[in-house]
C-alpha cells in the first residue's frame, strides 16, 4: 500500500510540476481515455448479455413472470 501510495504521490508531483496549461491538456487527455475505457467496457458487457440472450441464458419477462417462476 505504501509503494501505491508513493507512486501516485509522484505521479501528483509530475502534474504539479507541469505549467497550468500543460496540466488542462492532460487533465482533458485522462478523462477522455477514462469515457473510452468506460464505453469499451459497456461494449464487452453488451456483447456478454448478447451471447448469454442467444445461447437461452436469460430470459425475459415482468416482475410478475418472475415471482410466478420463484413460487415454482
Do not use: W
Request: hydrophobic share 45%.
Amino acid at each position: 500500500m505504501l509503494e501505491k501510495t508513493s507512486i501516485f504521490q509522484k505521479a501528483i508531483d509530475a502534474v504539479e510540476a507541469l505549467d497550468p496549461e500543460a496540466q488542462v491538456l492532460l487533465v482533458d487527455i485522462i478523462s477522455k481515455r477514462l469515457k473510452q475505457q468506460r464505453r469499451d467496457e459497456l461494449l464487452k458487457e453488451i456483447a456478454q448479455a448478447e451471447n448469454d440472450y442467444a445461447q437461452g441464458n436469460i430470459r425475459r419477462g415482468s416482475m410478475a413472470d418472475l415471482m410466478a417462476e420463484l413460487d415454482e
